[in-house]
């Protein structure tokens, strides 16, 4: 151990600042493991698909059951909308309950 060096850490500057080298370990810190990871892309997948629906439908327009029950009870719905929904009520009302198809004799 005579010829040891001690050997002294300085900060040399790297031209980014030290809060962004923080925040990208911060962002970087969910991707590390399995678990947090799924939840932070399941987080991200939910929040971009309510941002793109309603940036595509308009502001007015129920994202999910939820937003559409709450406007239905309020009256906010378009009346467009409910006669969608009445259109689509109808055709599984005949669909499933009111079969054209006649049911096939097997001979049994």
């Given at each position: 151990?005579?010829?040891?060096?001690?050997?002294?850490?300085?900060?040399?500057?790297?031209?980014?600042?030290?809060?962004?080298?923080k925040?990208?370990?911060?962002?970087?810190?969910?991707?590390?493991?399995?678990?947090?990871?799924?939840?932070?892309?399941?987080?991200?997948?939910?929040?971009?698909?309510?941002?793109?629906?309603?940036?595509?439908?308009?502001?007015?327009?129920?994202?999910?059951?939820?937003?559409?029950?709450?406007?239905?009870q309020?009256?906010?719905?378009?009346?467009?909308?409910?006669?969608?929904?009445?259109?689509?009520?109808s055709?599984?009302?005949?669909?499933?309950?009111?079969?054209?198809?006649?049911?096939?004799?097997?001979?049994?």
């Amino acid at each position: 151990m005579e010829n040891s060096k001690n050997v002294v850490m300085s900060s040399k500057p790297t031209g980014t600042a030290k809060w962004k080298i923080k925040l990208h370990e911060i962002l970087r810190y969910p991707m590390r493991r399995t678990g947090p990871a799924i939840v932070a892309s399941t987080l991200l997948y939910v929040a971009m698909y309510n941002i793109g629906v309603r940036w595509w439908k308009g502001e007015n327009h129920p994202i999910n059951r939820f937003m559409w029950r709450i406007q239905e009870q309020n009256g906010n719905i378009d009346p467009v909308l409910l006669a969608k929904k009445e259109a689509v009520l109808s055709y599984q009302e005949d669909r499933f309950y009111h079969p054209r198809d006649t049911v096939p004799d097997l001979g049994v």
